[in-house]
């Protein structure tokens, strides 16, 4: 049975209020996205877990269609709390979501009100747990009624399967459509998750992080690293191991132009000067703005998370290298 750290809460990690609520999570939250289905190492995703933990990062983010294939990083998580860390339940927070395909039908994708309660009920089982700390919508629907999908969260919190709602992928026009929903209902709605990183920008862009300013939300980002290229591991080639070769499905030999490569080594240039590696530098650049509460880094070995932490250590950045930064990748890029 796994033993936590015993100084995991004085190792510097920090934790964000969720915009206006009483929920805080760590700067650093791990997802679960890669690297926890079948295909996976089960020993090397214990690994990830407690190296995650002992750290002090409480936050631990999956989906219902996490994989692959769909479902089985749920049961490989459920299974980790079951035999190692189940008696630190309370010291975590827990979020799942629902709103891709998940089983054939017309009832098993977007956000209809049967698919993400019966998605709920699903993701609990493969877990083994009462409720989630957070239940998402995954993306926005634009056949089903917003009213209809914001009262299936509504109904998963008020049921007791869940604590706070959220939301992912959402623009900032239909944020504050969905604030109205639950504000109405008295639904606890805390936060929104969307891709956020320095190459993919499109949240400064559609209104999500004034939005969120205004209403007084928290965001989370996901991708931070794009995929794993503003850690600098593609400069020289792309090597044997890495998510290119084994997975592709989410980053492929066909988006690694020169173009990007040219970009990105120029990024290289400034966090060598500010002394840190670049995953560092991108992370700390996601969270430098008021409303970010915190990233959600993946990993594949357990010295990426060690490293990427240090990142909670970075230097405010000058006007000077957020500048060039601007330069080598502008708002309406998009690698």
């Given at each position: 049975m796994y033993l936590a750290e015993g100084k995991r809460y004085y190792g510097g990690m920090q934790y964000n209020r969720c915009g206006n609520s009483g929920l805080k999570l760590p700067v650093i939250s791990l997802g679960l996205w890669h690297n926890f289905g079948d295909t996976a190492r089960y020993e090397t995703m214990k690994e990830l877990c407690f190296t995650a933990f002992d750290n002090g990062i409480t936050h631990f983010d999956l989906a219902n269609n996490y994989g692959p294939p769909e479902g089985s990083a749920e049961k490989n998580f459920g299974r980790i709390l079951k035999e190692e860390m189940g008696a630190y339940r309370d010291e975590m927070v827990i979020s799942t979501k629902a709103g891709y395909y998940m089983w054939p039908g017309p009832y098993g994708d977007f956000g209809s009100r049967k698919y993400l309660l019966s998605s709920l009920d699903r993701s609990l089982q493969r877990m083994g747990l009462d409720y989630v700390d957070i239940?998402?919508?995954?993306?926005?629907?634009?056949?089903?009624?917003?009213?209809?999908?914001?009262?299936?969260?509504?109904q998963a919190v008020k049921s007791g399967k869940a604590l706070y709602a959220g939301i992912s992928n959402y623009d900032g026009p239909t944020l504050k459509k969905a604030c109205r929903i639950l504000e109405e209902l008295k639904c606890p709605f805390i936060i929104n998750q969307n891709a956020y990183s320095i190459f993919r920008r499109t949240v400064e862009k559609n209104g999500l992080l004034e939005a969120a300013r205004e209403e007084q939300k928290g965001v989370i980002a996901f991708s931070p690293l794009y995929q794993g290229v503003l850690t600098g591991r593609y400069l020289n080639g792309i090597p044997a191991d890495s998510r290119v070769r084994t997975d592709g499905r989410f980053l492929n030999e066909n988006k690694l132009t020169e173009d990007l490569m040219e970009r990105t080594r120029g990024l290289y240039d400034i966090a060598c000067e500010?002394?840190?590696?670049?995953?560092?530098?991108?992370?700390?650049?996601?969270?430098?703005?008021?409303?970010?509460?915190?990233?959600?880094?993946?990993?594949?070995?357990?010295?990426?998370?060690?490293?990427n932490l240090k990142a909670i250590e970075s230097a405010p950045f000058t006007r000077e290298e957020l500048d060039r930064i601007d330069q080598l990748a502008p708002v309406d890029y998009y690698g």
């Open positions: 239940f998402y919508h995954h993306r926005m629907d634009p056949e089903t009624p917003l009213e209809e999908t914001m009262g299936a969260l509504d500010r002394g840190e590696s670049m995953a560092q530098m991108s992370l700390a650049w996601v969270l430098r703005g008021p409303v970010m509460t915190s990233v959600i880094i993946g990993a594949s070995k357990p010295e990426q998370i060690v490293d």
